[in-house]
């Protein structure tokens, strides 16, 4: 889920070598980033997926920290507060639930679930941006919610309602991407991903004090112990180096060039999901898949599109 679990912030330069850079750095994140899952699913194996969300979120804010002193970008705007604190409590309610879905699902199962997040992206922009939606649009989107019912119909039959995690982590995510939005050329990207940590990890603490109070069983708290430390330092280290990667990738190149790559999560997930959990995805979660990335990349083709025409 961490992909579209991305920065949006504008590219800094067009040139070509830039543009290179920048793909080559999407490709590499995405690649990189579904091993994030790999080990909250070995975490989830033995401690709540709050206390997971947490940990992640704490090396992660330890890692960025001595970045942003060295940059000097410590100072947040005080009209963009309240955005960036929503923006970390959206993420960690989307990042909670991607990670209790994998107590159930395949990692390739959730993430292609997930990806039904640019279709509900584009539903929100529509509703609360007053973006103009067309008919073929709308038919991508249809594609898309078909193939999310397509994968989630096997998934949904063998574990239930879990089966549904993915898509509330969509539609967090959804959100939360709408808010970036709204701090693009006003935040420094670096700032972004500081504050959203630190904001994750705020309310996460809150949520763990409260699960051991009342005894809620997806935020009990517990400390790793022997070879989970070390998973629990590599899933804050790729999901800090992997987002920085993606950071610096739309710095290079435009977001609407680099977004197509944000699919192959989905290659990076079923190769993980195949070498350390034996899982290898059926023919339908496979169909599934193919329309759901073909309706995405129809999506992005079309804010290409639009985006040229706006400029001519």
Known sequence: MESARTQASPAASTGDGN??????????AMLMIPAID???KLLGQTMSPGQVVWFRFFVQSLLITPIIIYLGEWRVPSDTLKVQIARGVLIAAATLFFFAALNYLSIASAIAI???EPMILTILSVIFLGETIRIRRIFAILAGFIGALIVIRPSFAAVGLPALLPLATAVCFAFYVMLTRTLTGRVNPFQMQWMVGLSALTIMSLALVLGEVSGIGVFQASLPEGIEIAWVFSLGLIATVGHLMLVLAVREAATSLLAPFQYLEIIGATVFGYLVFDNIPDLETVFGVMVIVSSGLYLFHRETVNAR????
Do not use: C, Q, Y
């Open 38 to 40: 790999v080990f909250a």
């Open 309 to 312: 025409r706006e400029n001519d």
């Open 114 to 116: 997930f990806f039904i």
């Open 19 to 28: 543009s290179l850079r920048g793909m080559v750095l999407m490709a590499l």
